[in-house]
């Protein structure tokens, strides 16, 4: 074996190239918690610390951050790294070349490669005892040394002794001596290993310890200093399964995902974009050398395992049917493998997997393609005879998608199209369905496998491959699929090119008068705004598209949103369970979207009250559960559930859950304070032209009151009003006409504030809802002070049991003078569950204006300086932040002088990067 040795510069050799090396990590708090553990001087400490972890974990990261502490108190580091390639110059050489006194003016130390073995000739009877003591005398005689040595796993017997031996005689001195070990250890010093350490232990001549895995928080703190936002859970969930919180596999797949635009930052915080590429290890990477110094055949082994280490227990003999070598050599190989902390059994010691999953992805990628074919091969004619089963459910459509024509193409298209089909959000990958549709078929069955390929890419948002798929269809293979297919085909074909922005081929749709083509054209026509054309065309083509249940689906569905947009609740909700009740059971592609528009109507037309007659909450999808949980006052799960379904591409306007989400979310991050992020999101629902766009107008409008521009609010609302006026849209107008109508009452025109609750009583008449109910009884008390209206409203609000829209609706109450200040601490309260600091900093203005007491002075000192970052963060100026708080510029001059100095922050740049990273201040 060799060394590496750290010591003085006058001895240094030319250094070549670590091959092995990996990028350093930044700092984590797991290493700076055993730094501190490893730098405390206390008396008696023991003289030898061992640190252990398995490869890639950062033990050589963690001793190059302990000899740059040590260096900063005084101590001299003397790095020894050990490498596994024979070459005869013994420990004592090694050690005594760098333990003589540093020089002044020394160079900072230095590496070169020296060989460790026992010692030989003159001095091979020397024993580890005097060898020790030879290696100690300069040691101690310096002072203050401390002895590092790397991957000291491959030292020999004998230096091994030598070691233990250094250990008692550096007892009570301030000499020190860490030993960083890789886990498992080889075989052949295993027993010695164990022998030594317990001796030590027994001794109290050694610490022991043991560098785990990182952690979520610090893989979440690395991920954002790459990223520059905050790493959603799912990410860091993610990266965590696929690098086993290791160090080494960790750092380079951050810096790939980043340089390959695999991460989607949505309201400052970084999601893994859908269909990303694969994160794959470097040819040279440690974790495939580590696997390569196993030898040839134990190499080619583990690149087959990692293809068909999922088959369990057929695994061997697949493995040695592909290398060509009987099962007993592949167990050998596959033990090896074990023993260098690349593989570990499973239950039962007949199944193996990889320590970290990358790996096996690096591996793979190894392999050429025609060996990766023809190994995808072995595991589908196993999985297929009944040979081998694996419990993963996309492991046989991956493995049928590299396989290709090598197997049964009818079979393998049947069985990728049904994954497909069953995959959620996170299980699918588009390789399965590119794949079937290039297996050799017949025309009927290659148009049903496009369909399916079109449909499929919508619903993950992946619209240009929908439209691809569905052209081919259409120019080649016209007239292969039913009527009900082809409608459902060009139903598709609007949804995407809608996604993609393509009006004029909506325009161009809804000119044509091809009765074939009805869902299709009252589609474009609802998406083009062109809502009575939509509702007029459904009417008097009824019979046509009720003509089979998924077209009828469509059609109901369709009949539905209109009616709703309309403010027809009750005939919205009879279109709607229609809907729900043709539909075939085994429609699963539309099932999700059918029920995630009856729950938005319900929803919006009875709140929280009336019958149910949609599936569980679990099976809605993740826009739908969005809403709601913004509606039912989670508002964290809201906003999770709203950045995630954004970054996965599926949210493009085509649907009315999809406005109604970006209302939700930029009203929680109005809250919140923040109006920046909450601004973008809605710039972002705008460029998908979504249908009801005025509601995304009310939500901006309350942005504008906030930043103090009035002016602008009342222009935005009569906007949007105005939209919708001229294409008879109704719903939700209430609101707008609500926040109009208070305006208009602040500026004291009395007449303009009566002509908005005029309007909100004719859209109650029309709607009948709770939601109308309420916002009219809040408005007459606001206008005319009516407390007879004032007390209605507290009813309707705690009937309609929403939290934020309860503390609002209090708060507007006391405002404006028509309701009773103690009901503040109530809405003070709720806002607080809610996480809305900006609406609590303004309440608390509110309630030291009616000698309200409010409770908790170091809780709204932490609130005020939450919030004062958040603002800072999301790029408010002074002026702005003095305008939204309702104090002066030179009272928030003075607060974030005080932050600053707490928190040890310079600029607002770092307080915003802070903020937006969580990492830091």
Not at 112 to 138: F, L
Not at 389 to 411: F, H, N, T, W
Not at 486 to 506: I, K, M, Q, W, Y
Not at 632 to 639: P, S, T, V
Request: hydrophobic share 45%.
């Amino acid at each position: 074996m060799r060394a590496t040795v750290s010591g003085q510069a006058a001895c240094r050799p030319e250094r070549p190239v670590n091959p092995t090396a990996t990028a350093a990590p930044a700092d984590t708090t797991r290493n700076r918690l055993i730094l501190a553990k490893m730098l405390d001087a206390a008396p008696g400490r023991p003289p030898l610390t061992v640190v252990t972890g398995p490869a890639g974990a950062g033990r050589s990261t963690l001793l190059d951050q302990l000899g740059s502490a040590l260096a900063e108190a005084g101590i001299r580091p003397l790095v020894l790294r050990i490498s596994p390639n024979p070459v005869p110059t013994p420990l004592y050489s090694a050690l005594r070349s760098i333990s003589g006194p540093a020089r002044d003016g020394a160079e900072a130390p230095a590496t070169w490669w020296s060989p460790v073995d026992p010692m030989t000739g003159t001095h091979a009877a020397t024993t580890p005892k005097n060898t020790a003591a030879a290696i100690a005398e300069p040691l101690v005689a310096a002072g203050n040394v401390a002895v590092l040595i790397d991957d000291a796993q491959w030292t020999d017997p004998h230096s091994l002794a030598v070691i233990e031996q250094l250990a008692g005689l550096l007892a009570g001195t301030t000499v020190r001596c860490v030993c960083a070990v890789r886990v498992p250890v080889p075989p052949a010093m295993y027993a010695a290993g164990c022998a030594a350490l317990d001796r030590l232990r027994h001794n109290h001549l050694v610490d022991n310890i043991h560098l785990r895995p990182l952690g979520a928080a610090d893989m979440s703190a690395l991920a954002a200093a790459e990223f520059k936002a905050k790493p959603d859970a799912e990410l860091v969930a993610h990266l965590r399964r696929l690098t086993g919180g290791l160090p080494a596999a960790l750092v380079p797949v951050l810096e790939e995902y980043r340089r390959g635009e695999s991460i989607r930052i949505v309201d400052g915080y970084a999601h893994l974009a859908p269909r990303h590429r694969q994160a794959v290890l470097p040819a040279n990477h440690g974790l495939l050398l580590n696997v390569r110094r196993t030898g040839s055949l134990p190499w080619s082994v583990a690149k087959a395992a990692a293809v068909l280490y999922p088959l369990g227990e057929a695994a061997p003999k697949l493995i040695g049917e592909a290398v060509g070598v009987a099962e007993t050599g592949i167990h050998e190989a596959l033990e090896k493998l074990c023993e260098a902390g690349v593989l570990r059994r499973g239950a039962g010691g007949q199944r193996w997997r990889f320590r970290v999953p990358l790996l096996a992805t690096a591996l793979s990628a190894q392999l050429g393609p025609y060996e990766r074919r023809h190994l995808a091969q072995r595991a589908i004619t196993a999985l297929w005879h009944g040979d081998a089963s694996c419990d993963d459910p996309g492991y046989r459509a991956d493995q049928l998608a590299i396989a290709g024509k090598l197997v049964d193409p009818e079979r393998a298209r049947t069985d990728l199209v049904h994954s497909a089909v069953r995959a959620g959000a996170d299980g699918y990958d588009d390789r399965w369905l590119r794949s079937a549709a290039a297996l050799p078929a017949g025309q009927p069955d290659r148009a049903r496998t496009l369909l399916t390929q079109a449909t499929v890419s919508l619903e993950h948002g992946d619209y240009r491959q929908a439209l691809a798929s569905a052209d081919t269809v259409r120019h080649e293979l016209a007239g292969q699929l039913a009527d009900d297919q082809f409608s459902e085909l060009n139903r598709v074909c609007v949804l995407a090119s809608h996604a993609l922005g393509d009006t004029e081929s909506l325009e161009l749709l809804a000119a044509d008068d091809d009765s074939g083509q009805v869902i299709a054209r009252a589609t474009a026509l609802l998406l083009l705004g062109r809502w009575r054309e939509c509702g007029a065309l459904l009417a008097t083509s009824r019979s046509t598209w009720e003509a089979d249940p998924v077209s009828a689906c469509s059609g109901l569905v369709l009949d539905g949103q209109v009616h709703f947009a309309a403010g027809s609740h009750l005939l919205a909700l009879r279109s709607i369970d229609e809907a729900c009740r043709v539909l075939p059971e085994d429609a699963h592609r539309r099932r999700r979207d059918v029920i995630g528009c009856a729950s938005l109507i319900r929803l919006v037309t009875t709140g929280f009250e009336g019958p149910q007659p949609v599936p569980a909450h679990n099976e809605l999808p993740p826009v739908s559960r969005a809403i709601i949980a913004a509606a039912e006052g989670r508002f964290d799960q809201a906003m999770e559930l709203a950045r995630r379904a954004i970054a996965s591409g599926t949210v493009r306007g085509h649907d009315l859950s999809h406005t109604f989400l970006h209302q939700a979310a930029a009203t929680i991050q109005l809250a919140r304070g923040r109006l920046t992020g909450g601004r973008e999101l809605l710039a972002v629902a705008r460029e998908t032209n979504p249908p009801l766009p005025y509601l995304l107008d009310g939500a901006e409008a309350l942005i504008d009151r906030a930043l103090g521009q009035p002016v602008q609010a009342r222009k935005r609302l009569q906007a949007g009003l105005g939209y919708a006026g001229e294409r008879g849209l109704v719903v939700e107008t209430d609101r707008l006409l609500l926040h109009l109508a208070e305006l208009e009452a602040e500026r004291e025109d009395l007449a303009a504030a009566r002509r908005q609750v005029r309007e909100i009583e004719r859209v109650a008449t029309v709607s009948g809802t709770a939601g109308t109910a309420l916002n009219l009884a809040l408005a007459r008390a606001i206008v005319e002070r009516d407390t007879a209206a004032a007390t209605d409203a507290i009813a309707l609000a705690r009937e309609y049991r929403r939290p934020y829209d309860l503390a609002t609706v209090l708060t507007k109450l006391v405002q404006h003078g028509a309701g009773d200040p103690a009901l503040l601490p109530e809405a003070y309260d709720l806002l607080g569950e809610l996480g809305a600091l900006l609406d609590r900093a303004r309440l608390r203005n509110l309630m030291q204006e009616h000698g309200v007491p409010v409770p908790g002075r170091r809780q709204t000192v932490a609130e005020n300086e939450q919030l004062l970052s958040v603002l800072v963060a999301d790029g408010l100026t002074n002026k702005q932040i003095a305008t939204v708080l309702g104090t002066s510029e030179k009272s928030v001059e003075s607060r974030l002088a005080r932050l600053f100095s707490r928190t040890g922050l310079r600029s607002r740049v770092e307080l915003a990067m802070s903020v937006l990273t969580g990492v830091g201040g």
